[in-house]
């Protein structure tokens, strides 16, 4: 397959799994002039927290804020409840402490987290964490919305922006109806690459060329590397079944 030069990258959620991070970044091979992306949720969950901070921060790749990195900000800030510090160290916390020789985030990978933000736009592709309210103007969104929403986002009839595609992370891929373990799902205007790196269901980490249209894979459990065309890797979901089980879960 021939390649254009010059390519944009974009990583899901690694969730602290540097060797296989280390994997597909081998496989993908980016050059000088490869632009990387990483989508956020670097942390938690996986046992290498903080080597994964420290490739992303070495080698300048763009990274976004994450709901892991915020709910770890958050908590650092002070302001947060016996309760939700809990459920953040239960929701992998407990791993990117450990992922600390001292058990101690150090100030440089703190300052570093803080500067992340909240959405990159490249112009025809528009990356952030989670999604957006599709209720609310850009003007009005806010880290909630770009590192938390689900449902509401992909079960948009039309895109949000008229002339981008939205790449997410954050809702693992084959949480969507008819979605296999390590497929991507695409609905109305937006695509999402969390295959799932860390759940047992699954283990892929994926990496997307988005200027040729491919897709990088390797399976955390069994090391299996793989690289297919986008087309042959992702499924349309339907935005009506969506909103159909959204509402149910609220019911």
């Known amino acids: 397959m021939s390649q254009t030069s010059q390519r944009r990258i974009v990583i899901g959620d690694v969730h602290g799994h540097y060797e296989g991070l280390i994997t597909l ?5 980016p050059g000088g002039d490869d632009q990387v992306y990483f ?9 290498h927290s903080s080597y994964v901070i420290d490739l992303v921060r070495d080698n300048n790749y763009l990274c976004l804020l994450g709901n892991h990195e915020q709910m770890l900000l958050n908590i650092l800030s002070g302001d947060i409840s016996v309760a939700t510090t809990q459920a953040w160290l239960h929701s992998g916390g407990h791993a990117t402490i450990a992922s600390y020789p001292d058990q101690s985030i150090p100030k440089e990978h703190l300052e570093w987290l803080r500067s992340l933000p909240t959405y990159i736009d490249l112009g ?3 990356l952030t964490h989670a999604g957006l309210d599709p209720n609310l103007p ?3 969104q806010t880290a909630e919305q770009f590192c938390w929403i689900r449902e509401d986002f992909h079960s948009i009839p039309q895109p949000y922006f008229p002339d981008k595609l939205v790449i997410i992370g954050h809702t693992i891929t084959f949480t969507f109806p008819g979605v296999n373990p390590g497929e991507l799902a695409q609905g109305q205007g937006w695509l999402d690459i969390d295959t799932g790196a860390y759940h047992p269901r699954s283990g892929w980490l994926t990496g997307l060329d988005i200027t040729n249209n491919l897709i990088y894979q390797i399976n955390i459990f069994t090391n299996c590397l793989r690289t297919l065309p986008l087309e042959e890797g992702v499924i349309t979901v339907d935005h009506k079944k969506i909103a159909v089980r959204s509402s149910k879960q609220r019911a």
């Not at 970044?25 to 091979?29: F, H, M, S």
């Not at 989508?39 to 046992?47: M, N, W």
Request: net charge negative; charged share 30%; proline share 5%.
């Open 39 to 47: 989508l956020g949720d670097l942390i938690d969950r996986g046992p």
């Open 124 to 126: 025809d592709v528009w």
């Open 138 to 140: 850009l003007s009005e």
């Open 25 to 29: 970044l081998e496989a993908i091979a």
